[in-house]
């Protein structure tokens, strides 16, 4: 039998590994065996290395401590594509339920309630509402998806945890959002707008959490081994060191971190209720804004990973697949977005002359319209409204050198679509209630795109030649 001398070094073989729980496994387990000084398991190499001590190690030994903790010794092979036909059957049954539930919400004229109104503070209920309404809609793609990615590969690896321990980690992520949003709340009440990211960071931020999203749903579809291997995982300084509380416990500690850390991802409805807490001055008030609009979301971001945490069975195994499409999906969307606000199109130069804020009009005043209205020599004036369904009219027409003056009206200041976002212009908006301005002079033709501050909501400037 062979041995491994004192103050050297082995690399073993390992088969079966599929997350960072297994690293910490096997870490513990050849870490029992005597003689073994250090242990370093590398889930994505298919291998330990093994530091020996002050005496020699048998090779039966860490074969045998492999074996218990579930594992087998030697060189895997993981190929690009799965060769189980079963999983694209799976995902072809995913993509079709997403379809008829997509066809389902089209023919019903499904839409979500708004509650912003020209003339409503913002207070701690009127923050619990639109967190409802946050919870529950589509503008939820970013952090909603995000947690169906996480929970869905958190109950697919641990089909061993009862359902309750399968939950505490969404309880946890949500305890988590709520303290750390009224926090973090509290503190841009108090400091105004330090906290407040720029649109670059934002969008290196999207551009992150897409493709984390993108790299987990392959992971929960099965649809490549290979890529699953890379998936990101929380860091080791937050897992249990325990093989047992490994069996038993979930990692609590990181989805409380990754609650609190939401705040900082750019959904729409997260970056208005920002802005009210900032310009309330005060920390009390900007703590209940943030908190308060937190609570609202975390039944529809419960309800997300409560319901990943009870399939099981047949039925789990089309309901991940359906989840992994999902999450493919929406990870495809937040890069798209991300990449669009670091590099938008080329489009016509333009310079912000000015931007205010009026009081709403009064009833009766004359709606917005379409197009380009000449107000006097040389300046024009366009007019859009934004409601919680987004801009209309959503394609507005200037002429190159004009003084434009864009006027907003918001119907709906507690929703996705106020954070207007001009990249080519390099304005970023978050509307008021009632009327917004924004002044500015394109320099030559084509389209200036704009959308909100997702990109869920479009709309395009188009500048003719100048007139004659």
């Not at 701690?124 to 639109?130: F, T």
């Not at 551009?207 to 929380?234: D, H, N, Q, Y």
Request: glycine share 12%.
């Amino acid at each position: 039998m062979a041995h491994h001398p004192a103050h050297g070094a082995v690399i073993l073989p390992i088969r079966g590994m599929t997350c960072r729980s297994c690293e910490l496994l096997l870490e513990e387990s050849l870490g029992a065996v005597p003689g073994v000084k250090h242990v370093r398991v590398r889930r994505t190499r298919s291998c330990a290395t093994i530091v020996i001590g002050d005496q020699s190690v048998d090779e039966a030994a860490l074969e045998r401590a492999v074996e218990e903790a579930g594992y087998s010794v030697g060189h895997e092979h993981v190929p690009w594509l799965s060769r189980d036909l079963a999983v694209y059957f799976h995902v072809i049954l995913g993509i079709a339920v997403i379809g008829i539930v997509a066809l389902g919400l089209g023919l019903g004229g499904f839409s979500l309630p708004s509650f912003g109104t020209s003339s409503t503070s913002m207070t701690s209920s009127v923050a619990l509402l639109v967190g409802l309404t946050a919870g529950f809609s589509t503008c939820m793609a970013l952090i909603g998806g995000l947690v169906l990615a996480v929970s869905a590969r958190f109950s697919k690896d641990n089909h061993h945890l009862t359902r309750w321990q399968k939950f505490q980690p969404h309880l946890a992520f949500n305890v988590g959002r709520i303290v750390g949003f009224g926090v973090l709340g509290g503190l841009l009440g108090s400091l105004g707008s330090v906290l407040q990211l720029s649109d670059r960071v934002i969008a290196l931020l999207t551009l992150v959490v897409g493709l984390v999203m993108l790299l987990i749903g392959i992971k929960i579809t099965e649809i490549s081994p290979r890529i699953a291997r890379f998936t990101p995982t929380l860091p080791r300084f937050l897992q249990w060191k325990r093989g047992d509380a490994l069996r038993s416990s979930p990692p609590v500690v990181g989805a409380v971190a990754s609650g609190a850390l939401t705040f900082f991802l750019p959904c729409g409805f997260t970056l208005a209720m920002q802005l009210a807490a900032m310009n309330s001055g005060s920390f009390d008030a900007g703590a209940l804004t943030m908190a308060a609009f937190a609570l609202g979301t975390a039944p529809g971001l419960l309800g997300i990973g409560g319901l990943t945490s009870v399939v099981h069975g047949r039925f789990a195994k089309v309901f991940f697949a359906t989840a992994g499409v999902l999450v493919i999906g929406l990870g495809i969307f937040n890069l798209r977005t991300g990449y669009a606000t670091l590099f938008p199109p080329t489009a016509t130069a333009g310079v912000v002359l000015t931007g205010s804020q009026t009081p709403s009009p009064q009833p009766g005043a004359t709606q917005p319209g379409a197009g380009a209205a000449p107000v006097a020599a040389g300046t024009e004036t366009i007019t859009m409204t934004q409601s919680g369904s987004g801009y209309s009219p959503s394609t507005l027409t200037v002429h190159a050198g004009s003084h434009v003056r864009w006027e907003i009206t918001s119907t709906d200041a507690y929703t996705c679509a106020s954070g207007i976002r001009v990249p080519s212009l390099g304005i970023a908006k978050q509307l008021a209630a009632g009327q917004n301005v924004i002044e500015f002079i394109p320099q030559q033709e084509g389209d200036i795109p704009f959308s909100c501050s997702m990109g869920m909501y479009r709309g395009t400037i188009k500048v003719l030649p100048r007139s004659t």
